[in-house]
């Protein structure tokens, strides 16, 4: 299922709460957030999301264990199906913000000047590898890194540190495909992660 407003990945993750479990909250968006935690939670479920300034009533919409540097962590997806205009106004405060820090980090890493921002956070995900995952849009090719390793419906999801000629091969061989193919390729490319995850 595809995600109806996109999410920006925080560059410190921050800490909050769904209903009475502590939470880090590692992406936000106008329609949801992405966060980790310690125990289950069933799809469907209903509870209060809180971080910083917001609080807002929000409906699990996936919840996955992966593997942790020590154990095994849960990363879940919620949206917000009835959020207010307060509460709009300060999630767009927040992607505004974030979205500006990136800009001026990005800006700063080309300069080749270190920003104190630009140290490794204070608060990290506790999962142990990250991927990159390669969505086809009418765009053209999206890719970004993230925790999940799950295959997307409309592209394909590797280890993180994939040589950029081998992530040409794929999207190239991923736009000639069929969708048999296309299949077996993301087949494939969770076989190699399970690899990495075994490892």
Same mark, same amino acid.
């Given at each position: 299922?595809?995600?109806?407003?996109?999410?920006?990945?925080?560059?410190?993750?921050?800490?909050?709460?769904?209903?009475? &479990?502590?939470?880090?909250?590692? %992406?936000?968006? !106008?329609? /949801?957030?992405?966060?980790?935690? @310690?125990? $289950?939670?069933?799809?469907?479920?209903?509870?209060?999301?809180?971080?910083?300034?917001?609080?807002?009533?929000?409906?699990?919409?996936?919840?996955?264990?992966?593997?942790?540097?020590?154990?095994?962590?849960?990363?879940?997806?919620?949206?917000?199906?009835?959020?207010?205009?307060?509460?709009?106004?300060?999630?767009?405060?927040?992607?505004?913000?974030?979205?500006? &820090?990136?800009?001026?980090?990005? %800006?700063?890493? !080309?300069? /080749?000047?270190?920003?104190?921002? @630009?140290? $490794?956070?204070?608060?990290?995900?506790?999962?142990?590898?990250?991927?990159?995952?390669?969505?086809?849009?009418?765009?053209?090719?999206?890719?970004?890194?993230?925790?999940?390793?799950?295959?997307?419906?409309?592209?394909?999801?590797?280890?993180?540190?994939?040589?950029?000629?081998?992530?040409?091969?794929?999207?190239?061989?991923?736009?000639?495909?069929?969708?048999?193919?296309?299949?077996?390729?993301?087949?494939?490319?969770?076989?190699?992660?399970?690899?990495?995850?075994?490892?």
């Amino acid at each position: 299922m595809l995600r109806q407003t996109p999410r920006v990945i925080l560059r410190n993750p921050r800490r909050g709460r769904f209903g009475d &479990e502590e939470i880090l909250v590692l %992406e936000m968006g !106008l329609g /949801g957030a992405k966060f980790e935690h @310690s125990s $289950r939670l069933d799809v469907g479920r209903l509870g209060t999301f809180s971080c910083g300034p917001l609080t807002a009533e929000a409906a699990v919409k996936h919840s996955v264990l992966l593997p942790a540097k020590t154990g095994v962590v849960y990363q879940s997806g919620v949206s917000f199906p009835n959020i207010g205009k307060a509460e709009h106004e300060l999630l767009l405060d927040l992607l505004v913000h974030e979205a500006q &820090e990136q800009v001026i980090e990005w %800006e700063s890493n !080309l300069q /080749g000047v270190e920003r104190p921002s @630009s140290r $490794r956070p204070a608060r990290q995900s506790a999962v142990k590898l990250r991927f990159l995952a390669l969505r086809r849009t009418p765009r053209g090719w999206e890719q970004r890194i993230t925790s999940d390793p799950n295959q997307p419906p409309d592209g394909i999801t590797v280890v993180e540190g994939t040589a950029e000629p081998d992530v040409v091969v794929l999207k190239e061989t991923y736009d000639t495909a069929d969708d048999a193919m296309r299949e077996l390729m993301r087949r494939v490319a969770t076989v190699a992660i399970l690899e990495q995850l075994r490892g």
